[in-house]
């Protein structure tokens, strides 16, 4: 394609315009509209006309009503969730043994897992009394000792339904525990 010095160009694949300012062989340098020169071969422009050589193929009523709605600030969308996702747990326990005390030394088994179903009833009161509707009890996959013990717990609760937790999010070692609240006038 031949270009002259002033011809308005447009460069493929960018998102970059300007005006033909000088032509070495292939080589042909443009200004931008903010007037930075720039380098680019003759195969990577187009010859175009500028906005302002654009208007003749519109009215000037369409033209203004066009810039006026893109000038129009915008709604922002509300980021749509899933209702699952709604009512994440607000409340997350870690039941690993090192999570709750420094050292193990001394303690047997059964001392640890009635620290860990200690803490777990506890913070499960908590939550009752605070009116926190969802709690996640991370317990580890290990031998299901803690698991099913926890389920014992969560099963001496009337008000409470326990299932495994978000599998995305904690793999097999949770317990997601959903409490119904009492709609009491006080």
């Known amino acids: 394609m031949n270009f002259k010095i002033g011809d308005y160009v447009l460069v493929l694949d960018e998102d970059i315009s300007g005006t033909v300012s000088q032509i070495k062989t292939q080589t042909i340098t443009i200004e931008t509209e903010d007037g930075f020169l720039l380098e680019f071969q003759s195969n990577e422009l187009v010859k175009s006309q500028k906005e302002a050589d654009l208007t003749g193929l519109f009215s000037k009523s369409s033209i203004h009503s066009v810039i006026s709605e893109k000038e129009q600030p915008k709604r922002k969308q509300q980021v749509k969730r899933r ?29 640890m897992l009635t620290l860990q179903l200690d803490t777990a009833r506890h913070k499960l009161d908590f939550a009752i009394s605070k009116r926190i509707q969802k709690i996640v009890f991370i317990h580890g996959v290990g031998e299901g000792v803690l698991k099913t013990e926890l389920e014992y717990l969560f099963g001496r609760y009337n008000n409470v339904k326990f299932y495994d937790a978000n599998y995305q999010k904690y793999g097999l070692g949770a317990t997601e525990v959903y409490i119904y609240q009492n709609v009491s006038a006080d």
Request: charged share 30%; proline share 3%; aromatic share 4%.
């Open 83 to 111: 209702t699952k996702d709604r009512y994440e747990p607000t409340m997350e326990v870690d039941l690993h043994i090192h999570q709750l005390i420094k050292s193990t030394r001394g303690m047997t088994n059964h001392d």
